[in-house]
C-alpha cells in the first residue's frame, strides 16, 4: 500500500531527527565537550560509544566488558582494546556525563512533534494531559552507598526511574533517575512549574501533595488524583468537621453506584474540587481486600475495620469542570495511568531495563542512560508506526510486536549504522498490519475514552460489548 504524502514527511522528520541524534560529528564534539574524549589519539569514538551502550546490546543485556569489547571491535574493525581498558574508559571521567547529555538530546528531539495528536472528544479541551509514574530496578548490594534502596525484603541498593509521558502527542516528557529511596510525592513538584492553563495532570497516589494540586489549580491548569484515606475531606471550606466519609456515603447514597460531592480537602489549606466516588461491585471488593491483606502481611501489618471498609470504593478527585466530564466517565479517564505501567512492562520484558549488572556506580549509569536513550529511540519509530496505522487502517498497533521486530537480528543497529532509516520506515509501513494487536471483543483503554464508556460499566461481563455512548 502506497504511503500517503503526509505521512512519507512524517518519516522522514522521524528520521531526519535519529541520523541528527547519532550524527557522528555532533557526538564527536558533544564527547569532547562533557571529557570523554580527551585525547585525538582516543581509540574508542564518541559514535561508536555511544552505540556500543544502545542499539548494540539491546539483545544482550547482561553483556560482559569482554563482550562488549567483542560488540565494539564488529562495530569498528579498527579498534583494539581490553576489557580492562574499556572498564577504565566507562567508569572514568566523562563517560556517565556523555552519556547523560546523549539521553538528554534524545528526549529534547522527542519532545519536537512528529505525529499529529488524535483526540476524541473528552481529551480535545486539554492542550496537554500528562501522566507521571516511577519504577525501581534493583541492584547489586555494594552499590548501596550511590543508590539506596530501601532494604528489608528488598535491596540495599536499587535506582528509581521516574517517567512522565505526554498523552496527546505519545512521547516521553521527561526521565528523571535517582536512588531508589527516592519518594515519589518527593517529585509532586518536578512538572509543575512548566504547566500551562488547560494542561491536566494524571496522578497516582504516592504524588499526592496539597500544596503542589494548589499550585496547578493557580496555574489554570487541572489535575485528575486518587484521594487518600489520610486526606482530611469536607463539605464546604469553612466546615469544622471532617466527614467520616465511607459511613457519610452509606448513610446518604446507599445504593447510588456513583456519587460526586463538591467538598474542599485538607485540615489548613483546604482545596475546593470535585470528589467522586464509585461503589465496585462484591467481587472486586474481594479480591482488593484479598490482595491488600497479603500486601500487609508481607509487611508484618494487620489492616484496619476502616481500611478494609474504604476499599469499597474508588475514590478519585479533580478540577475538571462537570461540563466537560461527567462524574460517570471520570474513573474511565484515570485508566490513561494504565498506559504508563505497560510502558514500564514494555521496558522491563523487551528492554531489560531492571537489569543492570555490575559493581561500579559509574558503569551502572553509563548502562542505564544508554538504555533509556534507546527506550526513546524506539519510541520514536514506533509512535510514527502507531501514527500510520490509525491514520491508514485505523487499528491499534501492538508496541510490543515493534519492539521486537526492531530488536530481532539487531536490525535497528544495522539501519543506524548503515543509515537507512527511511527504509526501515518504509518496511513498517508495508508491514504494519501484522505490527497491529489483534482485534478483541474487550475494549482497550483508548476505545473506552473514544465511547465515552462510563467507569461502573467496564466491571460488566468482558465477555460483552459495551456500549458506545454513554449510560
Same mark, same amino acid.
Given at each position: ?43 574508542? $569514538? ?26 565494539? &571491535? ?5 579498534? !583494539?582494546?581490553?576489557? &580492562?581498558? +574499556? ?28 505525529? *499529529?495528536?488524535? #483526540?476524541?472528544?473528552?481529551? @480535545? ?11 525501581? =530496578? ?49 517529585? =509532586?513538584? #518536578? ?28 496555574? *489554570? ?14 463539605? !464546604?471550606? $469553612?466546615?469544622?468537621?471532617? +466527614? ?6 452509606? &448513610? ?7 456519587? *460526586? ?13 470535585? +470528589? ?11 479480591? %482488593?481486600? %484479598? ?26 478527585? $479533580? ?65 510514527? @508506526? ?7 487502517? &485505523? ?48 475494549? $482497550? ?20 460489548? +459495551? ?5
Amino acid at each position: 500500500m502506497r504511503i500517503t504524502q503526509k505521512l512519507k514527511a512524517l518519516g522522514s522528520c522521524v528520521a531526519g531527527k535519529l541520523q541528527r541524534l547519532f550524527d557522528p560529528t555532533s557526538l564527536e564534539e558533544l564527547a569532547r565537550e562533557q571529557g570523554f574524549i580527551q585525547r585525538s589519539s582516543s581509540q574508542v $569514538t564518541g559514535v561508536d560509544f555511544v552505540k556500543l551502550l544502545t542499539t548494540e546490546i539491546l539483545e544482550e543485556p547482561l553483556v560482559s566488558y569482554e563482550g562488549l569489547c567483542d560488540r565494539l &571491535q564488529q562495530l569498528n574493525p579498527a579498534v !583494539t582494546i581490553s576489557p &580492562q581498558a +574499556l572498564a577504565q574508559r566507562m567508569t572514568g571521567a566523562g563517560a556517565e556525563n556523555y552519556l547523560q547529555a546523549v539521553l538528554q538530546r534524545a528526549v529534547v528531539a522527542n519532545l519536537q512533534p512528529t505525529v *499529529e495528536a488524535l #483526540d476524541s472528544a473528552l481529551l @480535545a479541551p486539554f492542550k496537554r494531559i500528562f501522566l507521571q509514574d516511577s519504577t525501581q =530496578a534493583q541492584l547489586h548490594e555494594q552499590l548501596a552507598e550511590a543508590f539506596k534502596g530501601s532494604g528489608g525484603s528488598a535491596s540495599q541498593a536499587s535506582v528509581k526511574i521516574d517517567l512522565i509521558y505526554e498523552v496527546k502527542s505519545h512521547r516521553i516528557h521527561r526521565l528523571p533517575i535517582g536512588p531508589g529511596t527516592t519518594s515519589d510525592q518527593s517529585r =509532586a513538584d #518536578d512538572l509543575v512549574e512548566e504547566l500551562h492553563a488547560t494542561d491536566l495532570l494524571i496522578r497516582d497516589l504516592g504524588y499526592f501533595k496539597l500544596a503542589t494540586l494548589a499550585t496547578i489549580v493557580d496555574k *489554570e491548569a487541572y489535575f485528575l488524583s486518587r484521594l487518600p484515606r489520610s486526606a482530611a475531606v469536607y463539605l !464546604t471550606e $469553612t466546615a469544622p468537621d471532617a +466527614l467520616e466519609l465511607v459511613p457519610y456515603l452509606n &448513610q446518604h447514597y446507599p445504593h447510588q453506584p456513583v456519587i *460526586e460531592l463538591a467538598v474542599s480537602v485538607g485540615q489548613t489549606e483546604r482545596l475546593p474540587c470535585r +470528589l467522586i466516588a464509585y461503589r465496585l461491585p462484591p467481587e472486586v471488593v474481594t479480591e %482488593r481486600r %484479598r490482595k491488600a491483606r497479603a500486601n500487609a502481611t508481607k509487611k508484618g501489618r494487620t489492616l484496619t475495620q476502616q481500611a478494609l471498609a474504604w476499599l469499597e470504593f474508588t475514590f478519585l478527585i $479533580t478540577t475538571v469542570p462537570a461540563t466537560r466530564w461527567s462524574a460517570a466517565v471520570i474513573g474511565t479517564l484515570y485508566r490513561l495511568r494504565w498506559q504508563v505501567e505497560l510502558i514500564f512492562k514494555t521496558w522491563k520484558s523487551l528492554l531489560a531495563i531492571h537489569v543492570l549488572r555490575g559493581t561500579r556506580a559509574e558503569r551502572i549509569r553509563c548502562l542505564l542512560y544508554g538504555r533509556l536513550s534507546v527506550v526513546v529511540v524506539l519510541g520514536m519509530l514506533s509512535r510514527f @508506526a502507531a501514527g500510520y496505522a490509525q491514520a491508514q487502517h &485505523q487499528r491499534e498497533l501492538s508496541f510490543h510486536k515493534v519492539i521486537t521486530g526492531l530488536k530481532r537480528k539487531d536490525r535497528l543497529a544495522r539501519v543506524l549504522n548503515q543509515a537507512t532509516l527511511n527504509n526501515l520506515l518504509e518496511q513498517l509501513a508495508k508491514g504494519i498490519l501484522r505490527l497491529c494487536k489483534q482485534q478483541r471483543k474487550r475494549p $482497550t483503554t483508548q476505545q473506552l475514552i473514544d465511547h465515552q464508556i462510563p467507569y461502573m460499566d467496564s466491571f460488566r461481563d468482558k465477555t460483552t460489548s +459495551l456500549p458506545k455512548a454513554l449510560a
